[in-house]
């Protein structure tokens, strides 16, 4: 069975209400989402979820206050990370 490989990144957005970096970061295709557990500012992307796609909007929700917005000028997770 092949090794999955995955890798961590950083999140360059926060929560607006509270600035958490704790949040859930959902992308939003055509017919499924697909949703990254951020921790700290930082998600562990499997390189299975990065398939070529269509998705057109990226939202996040704060696990501290509850928030949920919508990542403005966003269209895909790829968008909003970086290289630790
Ligand atoms: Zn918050």
Redo the contacts with the bound molecule.
Sequence with gaps: MPVRQSEFKSVKTK?P??K?NNLDIIELWKNATISWDCRNGVIEINNGNLEPGNPHKVEGR?Y??G?HWTIRGVRQIDEIVVDI
């Design positions: 929560c209400k509270c958490s704060c501290d206050c928030k």
